[in-house]
């Protein structure tokens, strides 16, 4: 009866402990999709395995050592083997082996079939930003980071979701499998999502398949995962999970959206219009390498305000930024940005901090110059 | 040969005893061992292949 209470109190003790432990946000969170779901229950299952065996193993140690202890007079025994137990530890820990293996790869084949989805999103690493694109939907964008620059630096509070925050989150509607394509335009980042249970290398020059079912309307909360430079840690990654209805609202909301800001193209554009539309590309975009200040941080991101050679040279500077500079962090920005911010951005590096060229750069000509 | 196979079996998997182990090293050519342990290895290969393809159809 005695032994009986106390394997209950111990029962209970340990279901509490692992409890707080995941309230605390010591353990994996439990997600909101099947995927992971089913992994959390593999990293539990395998946890309380590792704990029995390290209760076992240890529980026979330290029980031989204190009974058999030199100063009771034991005597060690001198024999060289026992091939039945040797065969015996290793057999079992093979058989355990095999035993986690069937249901993890099981998982593992789950998380890679990636078939019939429903919808495609293409997901892009940049230096530091992650850019979608729902395939057949003409809708793309960047999903900067939203945090206030004051509370990097520490001269305001840090807000709830310090860097976990974005301007326009992943939209995703809940109950359909999404696919996921990962790609990068510099180098390796990593699509990082723990609720959803995905984390996959977006790699450049490759494309990686993931794919999820959410259950649950929710924001979900992730981070680039592959080291990848200066601001690696001011890429987040915020997934927004919808009702079908609210996702197609949504849907059509950004369509709308699109076609206003890519309108325009034909007409002439102001000097003063394209600045200040330029200023906001160039702080979402540019600014986290040439700096808003435009001083860059030479050698590897030279600097704007001043750049002799740019101001010079008109071709050459629309050439960068349309179409990048291969072997250079300089990205090709013809497919994410559209002719209208393309040509404001380049007008406003040309007509800001002291650069005063007064050049006009009309979205028509970067029009022409993409698709001819 | 056979016993070779048998030795090359249980290096496989860690166990041996020490009377065998003791008349491999004065009988054995190493020469035989490597041969055996290399078609051993591939043939170990090509069963987990086999065993792999079999889940995944
Ligand atoms: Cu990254």
Redesign the interface.
């Known amino acids: 009866m005695r032994k009986m209470l106390v394997l209950a109190a111990l029962m209970a003790s340990v279901t509490g402990l692992s409890r707080a432990a995941r309230a605390a946000g010591w353990n994996m969170p439990v997600g909101v999709t099947e995927v992971s779901r089913d992994v959390y229950g593999l990293h539990m299952v395998i946890f309380w395995i590792c704990v029995i065996i390290g209760v076992i193993v240890f529980g026979i140690m330290f029980y031989s050592l204190f009974r058999y202890r030199r100063s009771k007079g034991a005597q060690a025994a001198h024999f060289h083997e026992h091939t039945t137990v040797e065969v015996f530890w290793t057999a079992i820990p093979l058989l355990i082996l095999v035993a986690m293996a069937i249901p993890a790869t099981a998982t593992l084949k789950d998380m890679y079939d990636a078939s019939e989805a429903e919808l495609d999103v293409m997901v892009t690493g940049h230096q530091w930003r992650w850019h979608y694109h729902y395939m057949g939907e003409d809708i793309t964008f960047f999903s900067n980071l939203d945090t206030p620059r004051e509370q990097i630096d520490g001269t305001a509070e840090k807000g709830e979701n310090y860097l976990l925050e974005v301007d326009q989150p992943l939209v995703l509607p809940v109950g359909r499998k999404v696919r996921l394509l990962m790609t990068s335009s510099d180098v390796i980042h990593s699509w990082w999502v723990p609720d959803l249970a995905v984390k996959k290398d977006a790699v450049p020059g490759f494309v990686n398949e993931a794919w999820t079912r959410i259950d649950e309307p929710g924001i979900y909360r992730g981070q680039c995962a592959e080291l990848c430079g200066k601001d690696h840690a001011f890429m987040p990654v915020v997934v927004q999970a919808m009702e079908q209805e609210a996702f197609d609202t949504w849907l059509a909301e950004r369509k709308q959206e699109a076609a206003a800001a890519a309108s325009g193209v034909d007409r002439e554009w102001k000097l003063e219009e394209l600045v200040e539309r330029g200023e906001k590309v160039y702080g979402s975009i540019c600014a986290s390498c040439h700096q808003a200040d435009g001083q860059g941080t030479p050698p590897t991101f030279p600097a704007l305000a001043g750049n002799q050679a740019m101001m010079d040279d008109l071709d050459w500077h629309i050439d960068v930024v349309v179409n990048g500079v291969s072997g250079s962090a300089m990205a090709a920005f013809s497919g994410t940005l559209n002719p209208v911010d393309l040509a404001a951005v380049i007008t406003y590096e040309r007509n800001a901090w002291g650069n005063e060229t007064g050049d006009v750069v009309q979205p028509a000509e970067i029009q022409a110059l993409i698709d001819p | 040969m056979w016993e070779v196979v048998k030795s090359v079996l249980s290096a496989f998997?860690?166990?041996q005893?020490?009377q065998r182990r003791r008349r491999d090293f004065e009988q054995g050519k190493p020469g035989t061992f490597i041969v055996v342990g290399i078609v051993l290895a591939m043939l170990m290969v090509i069963v987990v292949m086999a065993i792999a393809i079999m889940?995944?159809g």
């Open positions: 998997f860690g166990v005893r020490e889940a995944a």
